[in-house]
T-cell receptor, first 116, second 116 residues
Framework: DTEVTQTPKHLVMGMTNKKSLKCEQHMGHRAMYWYKQKAKKPPELMFVYSYEKLSINESVPSRFSPECPNSSLLNLHLHALQPEDSALYLC???????????????FGPGTRLLVL | AQKITQTQPGMFVQEKEAVTLDCTYDTSDPSYGLFWYKQPSSGEMIFLIYQGSYDQQNATEGRYSLNFQKARKSANLVISASQLGDSAMYFCAMREGQGGSEKLVFGKGMKLTVNP
């Protein structure tokens, strides 16, 4: 089973709202990732969690706040977003603590976010 | 500098025909991994195939095969017997980095349309 789930599938929020994106995997993977994908562009890495610890932050604005409550769950808390933050947010996971050679990242279906 | 190059913005193929999607890469690492992902309009990034730099044989997964030419730094995806459901965006990607900064870097992608 290579399933990564994400909720919600779609989210519309105002610039003053606070919302959260959720990601879950039950493959026993130890690394989890958040990506942002704008229309007609490739995914861009935002954060990497390695066994519940933040290991990579790609200089993401503080209005995006990741959280890893346990090794199966990954949240992305959103606050005071801008319209340009509207995008597809993808979660992924991979087996090892770090993205080892030979491993694969498996992605969830994504959350389509629209900021008004 | 762009590390993954996909020069074909879009391709059209007739159902049941084979199609080759081009990917060239740039790295100075002796060990690396190359991936192909499919992204339908629904948004999910679906893993298709992986090729390690030291793999002796070209990777194959069902109708997907990877034409890996290490000296040319190319990793083209071949889809045999195209199906209508193959219509999607296709991304070539490479694992890069070391020492805790390992990540997946994507090319710009290309859109494949399979015609009946």
């Amino acid at each position: 089973d290579t399933e990564v789930t994400q909720t919600p599938k779609h989210l519309v929020m105002g610039m003053t709202n606070k919302k959260s994106l959720k990601c879950e995997q039950h493959m026993g993977h130890r690394a989890m990732y958040w990506y942002k994908q704008k229309a007609k562009k490739p995914p861009e890495l935002m954060f990497v969690y390695s066994y519940e610890k933040l290991s990579i932050n790609e200089s993401v604005p503080s209005r995006f706040s990741p959280e890893c409550p346990n090794s199966s769950l990954l949240n992305l808390h959103l606050h005071a977003l801008q319209p340009e933050d509207s995008a597809l947010y993808l979660c992924a996971s991979s087996q090892g603590l770090r993205f080892q050679l030979g491993e694969t990242q498996y992605f969830g279906p994504g959350t389509r976010l629209l900021v008004l | 500098a762009q590390k993954i190059t996909q020069t074909q913005p879009g391709m059209f193929v007739q159902e049941k025909e084979a199609v080759t999607l081009d990917c060239t890469y740039d790295t100075s690492d002796p060990s690396y991994g190359l991936f192909w992902y499919k992204q339908p309009s629904s948004g999910e990034m679906i893993f298709l195939i992986y090729q390690g730099s030291y793999d002796q044989q070209n990777a194959t997964e069902g109708r997907y095969s990877l034409n890996f030419q290490k000296a040319r730094k190319s990793a083209n995806l071949v889809i045999s017997a195209s199906q209508l459901g193959d219509s999607a965006m296709y991304f070539c990607a490479m694992r890069e980095g070391q020492g805790g900064s390992e990540k997946l870097v994507f090319g710009k992608g290309m859109k494949l349309t399979v015609n009946p």
